[in-house]
């Protein structure tokens, strides 16, 4: 574990709060002057801090890096602390990568000294809920980026703005009674195991969580995952999205898409499933069940839909569905898929999203009955479309070919049916966005289509960091598997220790990957995925190696 | 009495001998205290330890020397001359009790180790005036809470009061001497001492609430907070009957030890006094279902009075409960702590789903002043000594959001108070952008999001309610903070919409009928037609029918920007740093005997 002498991560979470501080404060006579540089500057410092954390995070360690802690409210044992590890490290990076792109690329109206401020509160209220390891701190965080979220769509969105905007923030805030409580009780239950004090520690808690009850541990389980199947949302708990999506701006559906929808996911494998693997293994099956009704449910509404925006709101439904469907298989590849997945889902979705803006700014409609033959004005968007259009559906050679190709073998290894049910999307997901595509850009042009604007240089630069991401991902992933390998690999040996009713497959190499030492560097990805020769692993390793034919 | 103190204290170190729990033994050392006390008094003189009340006769003296003053002075004295007195008044009560902390953690520093011997210490040193007042820091916390809302309702009471050619010396007697019996509360070691100060309180408000003499409603709400007000006094003197009969005492001290020595064959008038001690205490701190004068009276008092009613007599009647139900009761717990839950869930509940129906801003907070009070109760029914800290941090938070929030609306409601509606604030974001950040850091605040003081409040108490497992509870008022998080983001939405952000469309209106179906139907009949355009999810359609916001504003004066510029840093501060938690879990060390 490495504790830089320079608090990075603090910087990273405090950078962008001090850029809302600033560019709320800049007098509204200067605001044609000042307010573009300051969020300029304050959201692309943040991209270099990020690259720099990016650049020194060493590959092939599992523990947490760069930790910085101060006590905060010491009666409580609630303290600040900060640390990153394989599965943050790459949100992080999508993070400060897509907010820049999302805050300049689309055209706004209404006030952007406010918009400015909020998003860069955002941004910071995301990273701080990525990098916290402390559950208090997590829960202020995930609470805090409710509001900018709120007014973002409330202030910026569509007709029913404030419709979406306060289901948005209640339908979330019902669903954190859960996870405040949960959280309490897992810190008031474990003080008698750690000498009667409260601790909020995430490292701690995890040792002391193995401790508890079981039917505790479910059911504090039980509370996070409530929680956070509405903020992911998987689909009984999942009608505020289509709707907050739908009329929130595009930047606000960028990053609502982007990475709030990652919070939930993220929260869930580092709280949930980190924290209380008996419990997470005894619910395994109901989330998994959950995962698959929503990949074959969200798949038929998403077909269903009339208007593109919508139609990519509910397909979110679908991908997430599949983040946790690899998460909750508990193998090597379905979780580093999965992790995969939720950056793919950022970086795929943040593109569709914008590209739908940009037609939106040009069209003013979504209607695929006003949409048709955009190809022949704007063949430079159609092409740019196709390309992402491609990643969401899992083109071999794209990114999300090879996160849903982890996810359904890591399913299958261990829950077969369910992954049966995972292969469907990988159909449906055809389906329903090439048909979208096809009747978007294919057809007759009508008469107002024919005056289509092709997208301009500038969108196209917006663009392109999206675009090179979702090409190197499907390319090379080699960097990213060994950056995320060891610490999926760390968090199921931990489950499979603390929980024997978890179907971890890789059995017998638990105990010696349980206790890598930090510092043991893997040079490749095949065998960083593959535990120290056990029966179990052969099986991993041919599909391995299935999957590197792919990339 | 004397006799019964004695033959109390007689009787309950007969039996120390016999029980080893450790109530008894403290009670045997501060019966023993009591003793010698009495039998100082049996020449008449009981030694008066000024220094346990010296916020309280700062007060006082300062009311009286108002009145004095104005005896002497021409009729149209300089205007704001009493207003900076009774600053100047509030703030050495401040002084005073600072150095009251101070004073006790000198009295503190030689406590002998032991629990027991610790507690013993404590309360043979902690009661004085003949054993009447308690001198520790819980009482001195208040007495600061109530010195800081006399400082801030000062303030915003002058510009108000100014605005509305009500300027005069009564308003800040009044005020003073409501602060007086809140701090008496506080302080009180018996429930002679407490009705007391809930007495000299409550008439003090009853005359604040009425006080704006055009206004008719201000008249009524005046009318109607005496006409119960009294009759809870009645209920609360007739519940201390009942206790002083089954337990020999009024005195907390005592009665804890009568009650941890003794098991009652028939407790039917115990508990019946204690269920009247709760109405009583109940209905000042409006909790559900004693809360039904709180939105008339809200809604009639003169708005900044209505802040400083809704601080002070909120916190003294949980000063108060605390005192007679953690310290006096504690034995009782099993039977107080399900009313006490009962209660907290009807006030969380009514509280956050009456105030969307409501469309004037003061009804409004009143109910939302109603569903906090219900968190406040979640800490009380801990009965721990997290629980009453939980509970004194939310109090003492809610002081500053509470006085500012009505600040705010005195200022946006315009001469003769014309506009409390929800209209009011339509659009403020635009005209005083300043403005509505500050209520918009309040309204957040009550909401309980993080980083705001608000959030910690409830994290604490729920806290509280975990660790003594109550986990439905727990999650009851987490859920009944979305519930209350729909209105206060409604005011926010309306402060932050834009002008030409009505749009009618169906799917908003089905909404909106089904909402008010499901709503109606749960509450009475008779709010079903109000509820129905109201209820809507998005707000638009409340804000269709709602007026048009007022044309001129009132210039903010300097004293009150400064009070708001406090009251948001504080309610900030209070949210990001935890110096605060530590002084009210200081101050409330004494409850861990449970």
């Not at chain 1, 239950?189 to 541990?217: V, Y």
């Not at chain 2, 150095?99 to 610790?118: K, R, S």
Request: hydrophobic residues 55%.
């Amino acid at each position: 574990m490495r504790t830089a002498g320079f608090p990075l991560l603090t910087f990273i979470v405090f950078l962008p709060l001090v850029g809302a501080a600033v560019a709320a404060l800049i007098p509204s006579s200067k605001e044609d002057r000042l307010l573009m540089p300051v969020a300029l500057i304050a959201s692309l410092a943040e991209v270099a801090l990020v690259v720099f954390l990016v650049v020194d995070f060493p590959s092939g360690q599992a523990g947490f890096q760069f930790v910085s802690q101060h006590s905060w409210i010491g009666a409580f044992g609630i303290s600040w602390k900060v640390g990153v590890d394989g599965i943050s490290l790459f949100l992080i990076a999508m993070t400060a990568l897509l907010f820049p792109i999302a805050m300049f690329g689309p055209s706004l109206r209404g006030n952007r000294k406010a918009f400015m401020g909020w998003m860069l509160l955002l941004e910071a209220a995301c990273m701080g809920t990525f990098l916290s390891m402390d559950l208090f701190l997590f829960f202020v965080m995930f609470e805090v980026t409710l509001v900018p979220g709120y007014f973002l769509v409330a202030g910026y969105g569509g007709p029913r703005r404030n419709y979406a905007a306060m289901k948005f923030f209640i339908y979330t805030f019902a669903g954190s009674a859960f996870l405040f409580v949960a959280i309490l009780s897992l810190v008031i239950l474990t003080a008698p195991a750690n000498k009667g004090h409260e601790t909020f520690d995430l490292i701690t808690l995890g040792r002391l969580a193995s401790g508890l009850p079981h039917a505790d541990q479910v059911l504090i389980f039980a509370g996070f995952a409530i929680a956070f199947a509405v903020k992911i949302p998987l689909v009984p708990l999942h009608s505020w999205l289509p709707d907050t999506y739908t009329e929130a701006p595009t930047s606000g559906s960028m990053v609502l898409a982007g990475i709030l929808f990652k919070l939930g996911a993220y929260g869930l494998l580092r709280l949930g499933v980190f924290l209380l693997p008996r419990g997470a293994a005894d619910l395994a099956p109901l989330l998994l069940t959950m995962a698959a009704v929503g990949i074959t449910y969200g798949a038929l509404v998403t077909i269903m839909q009339k208007d593109l925006k919508r139609l990519v709101a509910y397909a979110s439904i679908v991908d997430v569905a599949f983040i946790v469907l690899g998460f909750f298989a508990f193998s090597d590849q379905g979780v580093s898929g999965g992790v995969l997945e939720m950056v793919n889902h950022g970086l795929t979705t943040g593109a569709i999203f914008f590209l739908v803006g940009v037609i939106w700014e040009r069209r003013g409609t979504l209607r695929f009955s006003d949409l048709g033959g955009l190809q022949k004005p704007a063949p430079i968007l159609a092409a740019i479309f196709l390309v992402v259009v491609m990643s969401a559906v899992g083109l071999p050679g794209l990114n999300g070919f090879v996160g849903e190709f982890l996810v359904l073998v890591g399913t299958f290894v261990t829950h077969r049916w369910w992954a049966v049910v995972g292969t469907t999307a990988v159909v449906s997901g055809a389906v329903y966005l090439l048909w979208a595509y096809q009747r978007v850009f294919h057809g007759s042009t009508s008469e107002i289509n024919e005056k289509f604007k092709d997208i301009t240089w500038r969108e196209i630069g917006m663009v392109a960091p999206l675009l090179a991401g979702i090409v190197f991902l499907g390319i090379y992933p080699k960097p990213f598997f060994d950056r995320v390998n060891p610490s999926v690999e760390y968090l199921l040996g931990h489950v499979e220790q603390v929980a024997p009713n978890a179907d971890v497959p890789s059995q017998g190499s638990s105990a010696i990957k349980y206790t890598v030492p930090a510092d043991q560097s893997v040079d490749a990805s095949t065998t960083a995925n593959v535990g120290p020769g056990s029966s179990a692993s052969s099986q991993q390793a041919s599909a391995k190696q299935a999957s590197g034919g792919g990339k | 009495m004397i006799v019964i103190l004695l033959d109390v204290a007689g009787r309950v170190s007969d039996q120390t001998s016999t029980s080893a729990t450790s109530v008894p033994c403290v009670i045997a050392q501060g019966g023993a205290h009591i003793t010698s006390v009495c039998s100082a008094a049996s020449s008449l003189h009981i030694q008066v330890a000024y220094r346990s009340i010296l916020p309280i006769l700062v007060l006082v003296i300062g009311a009286l020397g108002l009145l004095a003053i104005s005896a002497v002075l021409p009729k149209r004295s300089r205007p704001g001359f009493y207003a900076i007195l009774t600053v100047g008044i509030g703030a050495l009560a401040l002084a005073a009790s600072v150095w009251q902390w101070h004073d006790i953690g000198n009295l503190e520093t030689h406590v002998p180790t032991g629990t027991e011997a610790a507690l013993t210490y404590r309360f043979a040193h902690q009661l004085t005036i003949g054993g009447q007042v308690f001198y520790d820091r819980f009482s001195v916390l208040f007495m600061a809470l109530v010195s800081v809302a006399t400082i801030l309702g000062a303030v915003t009471s002058d510009s108000y009061l100014r605005r509305e050619g009500l300027d005069g010396v009564e308003a800040y007697v009044l005020m003073l001497m409501a602060g007086t019996g809140a701090m008496l509360m506080a302080a009180s070691a018996g429930l002679i001492t407490l009705f007391l100060g809930l007495e000299i309180m409550s008439i003090s408000l009853y005359v604040m609430a009425a006080y704006h003499r055009r206004r008719t409603q201000s008249g009524e709400a005046g009318l109607k907070y005496f006409v119960l007000g009294a009759f809870s006094s009645a209920i609360f003197l007739y519940g201390i009957a009942l206790v002083y009969g089954a337990t020999g005492s009024t005195q907390f001290v005592e009665m804890a030890g009568f009650l941890g020595a003794n098991s009652l064959i028939n407790s039917g008038v115990l508990l019946a006094g204690i269920a009247l001690l709760i109405v009583g205490l109940g209905f000042k701190v409006a909790a559900v279902p004693f809360h039904f004068w709180a939105p008339d009276v809200y809604q009639g008092s003169p708005t900044p009075f209505t802040g400083y009613m809704a601080a002070v007599a909120k916190a003294a009647g949980f000063a108060g409960l605390i005192r007679v139900l953690d310290m006096g009761l504690i034995a009782q717990q099993a039977n107080w702590r399900p009313a006490i839950w009962f209660i907290a869930v009807l006030t969380l509940l009514v509280g956050s789903v009456m105030a969307i129906a409501q469309r004037d801003l003061k009804r409004m907070l009143a109910y939302s002043s109603i569903s906090q009070a219900g968190y406040v109760l979640v800490g009380l029914q801990a009965a721990s000594s997290t629980g009453t800290a939980g509970a004194v941090f939310y109090l003492f938070t809610y002081t500053f959001i509470i006085i500012g929030t009505f600040a705010v609306i005195s200022i946006i409601q315009g001469p003769g108070e014309a506009r409390n509606d929800l209209g009011a604030v339509r659009g403020l974001a635009k005209r005083r952008p300043l403005l509505a950040a500050v209520m918009l850091v309040f309204l957040l605040a009550q909401a309980g999001v993080p980083f705001t003081s608000g959030f910690l409040a409830k994290f604490y108490v729920i806290q509280a309610a975990v660790q003594r497992g109550q986990y439905p509870l727990a999650i009851i008022a987490m859920l009944s903070a979305a519930i209350a998080a729909f209105f206060y983001l409604r005011v926010a939405l309306l402060m932050y919409g834009s002008e030409g952000d009505v749009p009618v469309d169906s799917g908003a209106s089905a909404e909106a009928v089904r909402a008010g179906g499901s709503t109606g139907s749960a509450g009475d009949a008779s709010t079903l037609a109000g509820l129905a355009p109201i209820a809507s999810l998005d707000g638009t359609t409340a804000v269709a029918t709602l007026l048009d916001p007022p044309d001129v504003d009132e210039p903010v004066r300097l004293p009150v920007a400064v009070v708001l510029g406090i009251c948001v840093v504080f309610t900030i501060a209070a949210g990001v740093s935890s110096p605060m938690i530590d002084i009210a879990r200081h101050a409330t060390t004494l409850f861990s005997i449970s």
